[in-house]
Antibody, heavy 117, light 111 residues
Framework: EVQLVESGGGLVRPGGSLRLSCGDS????????MSWVRQAPGKGLEWVAN????????HYVDSVKGRFTISRDNAKNSLYLQMNSLRVDDTAVYYC???????????WGRGTMVTVS | QSALTQPASVSGSPGQSITISCTGTSSDVGGYNYVSWFQQHPGRAPKLIIY???SRPSGVSNRFSGSKSGNTASLTISGLQAEDEADYYC???????????FGGGTKLTVL
């Protein structure tokens, strides 16, 4: 079964750091762009960052540029999001998603909750 | 404030058809055929139901259809069913500094 599983969320103070991880099962991880999408409590979806297949092209939403870093390890079939200088408005469920074309997020994990307080 | 504008809510009766709009600009919806729609039930992860404006992923009901005219994309759900009650989000590629943007979401109520 194709699935994505996130981990690493939790409660952190403003200014702190967290590293989210995402592992896959059931598809050839190294052949897909991957993204992180977040959703604040009771709010809509917000694309955060994406990375190409070999990790040499990365894009970020303006609000996280310089604070978050997306990376991947294709040997471990894993996606990461290093989050530094966290702010209260970074509080959200963070989803790891597979991207088959621009904004075509076809596989979603269950999400991991990040609370900055 | 979301980059793409959706109505906050729509409603319809079982069997009816409804349409949800998603309005952007020539820098996103109007400029590219990269528009997707997602369905999200409470407490669940979103699900891709339309991509590339009007394509349906395998396994998605043909009651869901997408289209675009100018800077506005639309999702139509025909033969409304109780299980269609959910939040719906549009998304688009953008030439702006943020590569991909979503609408604010539309809550569909099946009466």
């Amino acid at each position: 079964e194709v699935q994505l599983v996130e981990s690493g969320g939790g409660l952190v103070r403003p200014g702190g750091s967290l590293r989210l991880s995402c592992g896959d099962s059931g598809f050839t991880f190294s052949t897909y762009w991957m993204s992180w999408v977040r959703q604040a409590p009771g709010k809509g979806l917000e694309w955060v960052a994406n990375i190409n297949q070999d990790g040499n092209e990365k894009h970020y939403v303006d609000s996280v540029k310089g604070r978050f870093t997306i990376s991947r390890d294709n040997a471990k079939n894993s996606l990461y999001l290093q989050m530094n200088s966290l702010r209260v408005d970074d509080t959200a469920v963070y989803y790891c998603v597979r991207e088959v074309a621009w904004v075509a997020f076809d596989i979603w994990g269950r999400g991991t909750m990040v609370t900055v307080s | 404030q979301s980059a793409l504008t959706q109505p906050a809510s729509v409603s319809g009766s079982p069997g009816q058809s409804i349409t949800i709009s998603c309005t952007g600009t020539s820098s996103d919806v109007g400029g590219y055929n990269y528009v997707s729609w997602f369905q999200q039930h409470p407490g669940r992860a979103p699900k891709l139901i339309i991509y590339a404006v009007s394509s349906r992923p395998s396994g998605v009901s043909n009651r869901f259809s997408g289209s675009k005219s100018g800077n506005t994309a639309s999702l139509t759900i025909s033969g409304l069913q109780a299980e269609d009650e959910a939040d719906y989000y549009c998304g688009s590629y953008t030439s702006g500094s943020t590569l991909e943007v979503f609408g604010g979401g539309t809550k569909l109520t099946v009466l």
